[in-house]
């Protein structure tokens, strides 16, 4: 049968656009492909094949390329290739690795499937994928992913479903057009403070990971879906622990606390001053708002969680009636001040 398709196609020569056979065991790719270089949509999902053919670096005018289920190991670096290639997916094979290359030339690349593969990294060159719009690499083993992720600025959909994450990024905040974010099923403890950058953010899911408390500014992202069922979130039933009664400041601290309240009042002679201090500006750029009088500090005095209500435009987890949100106080006298919304974390 895959032989009298392959003849069909090949009588009509440069005009042939479409060829679709997945399912007849095929246990390698038709070299013949070299003869259709006006192919548009190649469908081999569902055979035997190990690795692509070389023949298919051929193909310039190919936009749509579906190996999935099949055997590959890597991304074959013929990929580099395809120029005008829009959509590939390669899920359901024993991708385990990258091959040198293989980003290179997919710079129209908008859709990239690898669900169901043995991935424990993706390439630090996947920033080259420069139109990528939708990423999925759900069922893999990835227990990090590359920073350079986070710089693909046309990406609307991350998928990382079922991985063995224990972290995201910082930089994270740099995709600025990502509107849904899967992270189900990973061992993440801490979500960044950058997550809260994503303006466009609508759908985020990540549940079951291991997320007691999301970083301030959390409540205001603008979402229409949120999932975080089998999380151990923190519920409001604080601990009464012990704590210091005085505040010993080091002078490094008090230094900086003067520095970025004379900095907030426009202070022009250390304005100016700073701008010849790069190490004052990095260590000052660390800094953080106490929760109770609003002061900038750079080593808190107290971590603590504020219950706030989700927002009412939230489509939320079942029982999710107050998000814990990771704030500070700056001294003993502002945590005595506190609101009854906010509690000490202490260990016991």
Not at 115 to 143: F, I
Not at 266 to 280: G, K, Q
Request: one cysteine or more; glycine letters at 4%; a positive charge.
């Amino acid at each position: 049968m895959a032989e009298r398709l392959l003849i069909r196609a090949l009588s009509g020569g440069k005009s042939t656009k479409i060829i679709t056979l997945h399912g007849k065991k095929m246990k390698m790719m038709p070299s013949t492909l070299e003869k259709l270089p006006g192919l548009r949509t190649l469908d081999l999902q569902n055979n035997l094949i190990p690795k692509v053919c070389p023949e298919i670096s051929t193909l310039i005018q190919l936009t749509a390329l579906n190996l999935g289920n099949n055997l590959l190991e890597e991304v074959p670096e013929e990929m580099k290739y395809l120029t005008s290639l829009k959509k590939l997916h390669l899920f359901g094979n024993r991708i385990h690795r990258f091959a040198s290359g293989a980003c290179d030339g997919l710079q129209n690349l908008i859709l990239l499937n690898l669900n169901n593969n043995q991935l424990t990294c993706l390439p630090q060159e996947v920033s080259r994928l420069k139109c990528l719009m939708y990423l999925s690499v759900n069922h893999n083993q990835l227990a990090s992913i590359p920073r350079e992720l986070c710089f693909l600025e046309n990406l609307s959909e991350l998928q990382l479903n079922y991985n063995k994450l224990i972290c995201i990024p910082e930089e994270i905040g740099s995709l600025k057009n990502l509107q849904k974010l899967f992270l189900v099923r990973n061992n993440i403890g801490t979500l960044p403070e950058g997550l809260c950058e994503l303006k466009k953010l609508r759908i985020l899911d990540i549940a079951a990971n291991i997320i007691q408390i999301f970083p301030s500014g959390f409540q205001n992202l603008k979402l229409r879906e949120f999932y975080c069922e089998g999380n151990p979130l923190f519920l409001k039933q604080p601990i009464i622990a012990a704590y210091k009664e005085d505040d010993v400041w080091s002078l490094q601290e008090i230094t900086s606390r003067f520095i970025m309240h004379q900095l907030a009042e426009n202070n022009p002679f250390l304005m100016h001053a700073i701008e010849w201090y790069p190490e004052v500006r990095n260590k000052i750029s660390q800094q953080k708002k106490c929760a109770v009088c609003g002061n900038p500090f750079i080593t808190p005095w107290l971590e603590c969680v504020q219950f706030v209500p989700p927002s009412k435009n939230w489509k939320i987890s079942k029982n999710l009636h107050l998000v814990p949100l990771q704030t500070f106080t700056c001294s003993r006298k502002c945590f005595t001040h506190r609101s009854r919304n906010l509690f000490g974390i202490a260990q016991t």
